[in-house]
């Protein structure tokens, strides 16, 4: 049994804005073993780069509340440790992948220092020996080492994202999470770059969070995926668990809206109804005003996560064992 | 079945310091009324050019345009002239955000192209119009005093439906209309836009960069790389009988929501490049696995190799065979 | 009903716009102290309690009392009724000036952004060149091949104050242009003067509103310069920035021969920016609560 790395509990976060307080995590619960990968899915809003922000402890100071909860990582508590361990912790053992390659390098610096300052910070080297380390790590993610000395301007934006990985990978964490790291690439660069993230996981050991909002994505690139709406996880499990064995109706309505190449249906069925406002959640079950197999059970209280096969986790009545036999 | 759309060796070049773009350079092909039309190809291929070219949103380079009787080319259109052309066609735009004006409400926002086009003698009959388009979109009416910043991306996608179809036009530009979206709002987007064609008995050219709603959602394909057409076929056909390799990459790098529905993987290497003052030859060749010699020489013509589906690769025929 | 709707809408557009600007407090006290300056400047005879240019030696440089609450100057005249009569100069001139040099630089700004390329160059070159020259030299210039006069130094505060109007509008018109919502409203039939007016203007208001508010300080303190080289208001038209000028020499000794028109200044200057910002904010419907 591998060892658990990071491990969330009963994780919640508010933003707290002047109208309103916006509920953007709600007691989640979510634990990543060494070297596993995990595919957190949802769409606009459902808490994804929040809990992301939480871990790597980014969260914007002033709006920002963590109301409850721990995350534990390699058996420290993140959220009570001093900011100059925070910072130690970041960027070392902890790297994140941001959306956008466009604007997440600083357009006045060489891409090759801009790798070196992440190994200096947290390595006690000579600049010598970081800026052989950054040439190495370009290498490693398929950027000749010769463009050390070349500005993000001159790169294209398939080659940006990969100095992004390098600059996520130079101290070699022991997570990664990538926040949509291919959204704004196109398709054949987007295989390129998942591909280079797989294969560097694999040869690193690294864990990896990869927030998505692709379920192709997940099933290509993940072992366990978390789908999550209105800042819960809605189920939990393995791929196969989620792919094979669909349990929650979001979860399957987020199968039924996408188009899928390998077969042809004249009409997608999507999810009624729109998600949620984040500062006025509904009671009950987030999902089941748009659900369609809500009853008034599903408004009336909280619902409860079921465990319906070893490490499928589904938050949905239907699940319940009374529930699922007198549904079939 | 007639032929609303017919595009004739279109060329869009675009001066830049490096030298003459050729976004889109000598494409050719037609639409049938009421069919769809998809238009796929990673970013700077040149599809949204081509897009904004037909609508004459920009001046086209040469070729001829021949939209619904009218003929559009190279000179320039009068005030008159383009509004004529422009009656019966529309665009709907890719970001729901940027595309609707920030100090308008919903309501002015769907009456203007009436009001531009005087469409309407008073206003009674005017709000009574953008009343009933709210409904076909399925806005609900009390939403016609707000303002688009105070609803979410599926609903703005809505009202840029409901825009577009103000006029009562024959004919959609569609620029990745539903990229922006969440994927259970695209999904409701898709639908309308399904329901409003067979209704109206509407025209799309649906360009979009992503193969899974491109196939989805259209008749014909045309896979565009470096401002020329690459492929040109049947929804099915270009999908059951691929014969470009161009295609064929970008098929096997959209991931599939199923399980060991991996397939073995071919990237292709490299990225896109621009086509600034382009040589001779096959503008893939740098990132085709298969280019020969003869590729980096000579441009290959698009050429019927199935019936109704057109290529244009010097080895489709032997790369069609080895596979 | 839907015509009912629609009267309902026109409404409550303004409604809401002026519902927002209530809501800044700052904004409407700033207004109500506009109001009053303009009142002034409109009525002096009837506010203030002396004339502007009455003297009276025996009386000079009285600190502030009763019968002079804002003190006397070095020749026994009335701060206050000065400072009274001065609005008139001071916020005419400025008001007139900056919504001159606003209307102007706003259609050629919009012109030059809009229309790009040789329009650009053209009408951006002659801004240039209106930049290069210093601001004070320029409105010299144009005073002196003008003549003295109110007229004549409104027209050269508005002239030189044209080209920051210019390029802050086409700078963002420049960036509104390029935006899809414009190719929308350009497929839906709309000419390029109604795209200008009706989506690019609206949407460019910020800046704008916030250099106009800026500008009038500049525009009384060009007046105030241009009288102290003898090329604005001539004495004894009192005038604020004058005023403070006149002062200078006395200033040590008697504090409030330049407190109260600095303080006039000041607050004046002030009371446009916050006036400025509030309606800003109340034009914009994103930030509707």
């Given amino acids: 049994m591998a060892k658990t790395i990071l491990e969330i509990k009963d994780l919640a976060v508010q933003y707290v804005t002047d109208e309103a307080v916006v509920e953007a995590v709600n007691h989640i619960d979510l634990s990543l073993e060494q070297g596993e990968s995990l595919g957190l899915v949802g769409e606009t809003g459902a808490g994804k780069t929040t809990t992301a922000l939480s871990v790597m402890q980014l969260l914007p100071d002033v709006s920002a509340r963590i109301v409850s909860g721990e995350i534990y990582f390699e058996g420290e508590d993140l959220i009570r440790i001093s900011p100059a361990k925070k910072r130690e912790y970041r960027g070392n053992k902890v790297s994140m992948i941001f959306q956008d390659p466009m604007t997440a390098l600083n357009p006045t610096l060489s891409v090759g220092d801009q790798i070196m300052e992440v190994i200096l910070l947290h390595n006690r080297i000579s600049r010598e020996e970081a800026k052989n380390r950054a040439v190495e790590m370009m290498e490693l993610v398929g950027l000749p080492g010769e463009r050390f000395n070349d500005y993000p301007h001159q790169f294209s934006g398939g080659m940006k994202q990969r100095v992004i990985i390098a600059i996520a990978l130079a101290c070699r964490p022991s997570l990664l999470i990538a926040d949509e790291p291919t959204t704004a690439l196109d398709v054949t660069i987007q295989a390129q770059v998942l591909h280079l993230i797989a294969r560097l996981k694999e040869e690193e050991q690294t864990s990896l969070i990869l927030i998505t909002h692709d379920l192709g994505i997940v099933a290509e690139t993940c072992q366990k995926a978390a789908i999550m709406y209105a800042g819960e996880i809605m189920e939990y499990g393995t791929v196969e668990h989620i792919f094979n064995n669909t349990a929650h109706p979001y979860t399957e309505g987020l199968f039924g809206s996408i188009p899928n190449l390998n077969r042809k249906v004249s009409r997608l069925t999507p999810i009624p109804g729109l998600a949620p406002d984040p500062a006025a959640l509904p009671r009950g079950c987030k999902f089941a005003p748009r659900c369609r197999y809500a009853t008034p059970a599903c408004s009336e209280a909280e619902v409860p996560v079921y465990e319906i096969e070893p490490g499928h986790l589904v938050k949905c009545l239907r699940a319940a064992p009374e529930g699922r036999s007198g549904d079939e | 079945m007639s032929e609303i759309l017919q595009v004739k060796n279109l060329k869009k070049y675009f001066k830049t310091s490096r030298g003459m773009l050729h976004a889109v350079d000598d494409v050719t092909f037609s639409i049938e009324e009421g069919h769809t039309l998809g238009v796929v190809g990673e970013s700077g291929c040149g599809k949204s050019t081509l897009g904004r070219t037909i609508i004459r949103l920009q001046p086209l380079t040469s070729g001829t345009v021949i939209f619904d009787g009218i003929s559009t080319d190279d000179r320039r259109m009068s005030r008159s002239e383009l509004k004529a052309y422009r009656r019966n066609m529309q665009m709907i735009f890719q970001d729901p955000y940027s595309s609707l004006d920030a100090r308008m409400s919903v309501s002015e926002i769907i009456a203007e192209p009436l009001i531009n086009y005087g469409v309407y003698r008073s206003r009674d009959e005017l709000w009574k119009a953008v009343f009933e388009l709210m409904d076909t979109v399925g806005l609900a009416r009390r939403l016609a005093n707000s303002y688009p910043h105070e609803l979410d991306g599926g609903r703005r996608q809505r009202i840029g439906v409901a825009r577009a179809l103000s006029l009562n036009p024959k004919f959609i530009v569609c620029d990745e209309p539903v990229s922006a979206l969440d994927v259970s709002i695209q999904a409701q987007i898709l639908n309308l836009m399904q329901d409003l064609q067979q209704e109206r008995n509407l025209t799309y050219m649906f360009i979009t960069h992503n193969m899974s709603v491109v196939k989805h959602i259209s008749d014909e394909i045309i896979v565009m790389y470096l401002g020329v057409v690459v492929e040109h076929a049947s929804a099915d056909s270009i999908f059951e009988h691929t014969l470009h390799p161009y295609t064929k990459a970008l098929l096997d790098a959209v991931p599939v929501a199923e399980l060991g529905a991996k397939k073995s993987r071919s990237f292709i290497k490299g990225e896109i490049t621009s086509p600034i003052d382009p040589k001779p030859g096959c503008r893939f060749a740098a990132r085709c696995p298969y280019a020969a010699d003869r590729c980096r020489s000579e441009t290959p013509e698009l050429r019927e190799l199935l019936p109704g589906h057109q290529v244009a690769c010097h080895l489709a025929e032997e790369l069609d065979q080895s596979t | ?289």
């Fill in chain 3, 1 to 289: 009903m839907a015509e009912q709707e629609i009267i309902v809408k026109k409404k409550s557009q303004f409604r809401d716009v002026l519902h927002r600007f209530l809501k800044n407090k700052a904004a409407v006290i700033s207004l109500f102290f506009i109001l009053l300056l303009i009142i002034c400047a409109i009525f002096p005879e009837q506010i203030a309690p002396y004339s502007y240019s009455q003297q009276n030696y025996s009386e000079t440089f009285i600190s502030p009392c009763l019968a002079h609450p804002f003190g006397t100057d070095n020749y026994g005249r009335d701060i206050l009724s000065r400072v009274i009569y001065g609005t008139r100069i001071s916020i005419g001139i400025g008001l007139v000036a900056v919504a001159l040099s606003c209307v102007f630089g706003i259609v050629i700004g919009a012109a030059a952004g809009f229309y790009g390329s040789t329009t650009d160059n053209i009408i951006m070159r002659i801004i240039d060149i209106m930049l290069a020259i210093p601001s004070i030299l320029l409105m010299m210039a144009i005073v002196t091949a003008l003549g003295n006069g109110a007229v004549n130094l409104t027209i050269a505060i508005a002239i030189s104050s044209v080209p920051g109007y210019a390029r802050i509008v086409r700078a963002s018109v420049m960036t509104e242009k390029e935006l899809e919502y414009i190719e929308a409203a350009r497929s839906s039939g709309a000419t390029d003067l109604k795209i200008i007016m009706r989506h690019i203007l609206p949407n460019c208001l910020a800046p704008i509103i916030v250099q106009a508010t800026m500008s009038i300080a500049t525009a009384i303190l060009s007046i105030a310069s241009l009288s102290f080289v003898g090329l604005g208001i001539s004495p004894p038209t009192p005038e604020w920035g004058s005023m403070l000028n006149d002062a200078q020499s006395f200033m040590r000794d008697h504090w409030f021969v330049v407190t109260f028109p600095g303080l006039m200044i000041m607050l004046t200057v002030f009371a446009f920016n916050l006036l400025g910002d509030g309606l800003r904010d109340a034009l914009d419907p994103k930030l509707k609560t």
